[in-house]
């Protein structure tokens, strides 16, 4: 780690610090629970927009298609162009027909 002083004495850093958010991603063919660290001020919607091709799930369990767990892992690297649809777990609400979530 390198650490930069500026003339008034305020340091910067190469660690960036991020904020986690669990998540739900649907792919062509598991679902995948998780987290996706966030840089500060940003949406999960700018993190899944970025450039890059693949993006990291931390603490990540993946479901085939059926609900079975199939893996569990520290980490796992998602390609972008096989994502469904994404959510945050923190948008989860009762369904309209009275069941849990």
Not at 23 to 39: D, M, P, S, W
């Given at each position: 780690?390198?650490?930069?002083?500026?003339?008034?004495?305020k340091f910067f850093t190469?660690?960036?610090?991020?904020?986690?958010?669990?998540?739900?991603?649907?792919?062509?063919?598991?679902?995948?629970?998780?987290?996706?660290?966030?840089?500060?001020?940003?949406?999960?919607?700018?993190?899944?927009?970025?450039?890059?091709?693949?993006?990291?799930?931390?603490?990540?369990?993946?479901?085939?298609?059926?609900?079975?767990?199939?893996?569990?892992?520290?980490?796992?690297?998602?390609?972008?162009?096989?994502?469904?649809?994404?959510?945050?777990?923190?948008?989860?609400?009762?369904?309209?027909?009275?069941?849990?979530?």
């Amino acid at each position: 780690m390198t650490i930069h002083f500026d003339q008034k004495g305020k340091f910067f850093t190469d660690i960036v610090n991020k904020e986690p958010v669990q998540v739900i991603i649907q792919t062509e063919t598991n679902v995948v629970r998780g987290k996706i660290h966030l840089a500060p001020e940003s949406r999960l919607k700018d993190e899944i927009n970025s450039l890059d091709r693949f993006f990291a799930v931390t603490d990540a369990v993946v479901y085939n298609s059926s609900g079975k767990e199939m893996y569990r892992c520290n980490f796992i690297s998602l390609n972008r162009e096989k994502i469904i649809w994404i959510l945050p777990e923190a948008e989860l609400s009762q369904s309209a027909g009275g069941g849990e979530t």
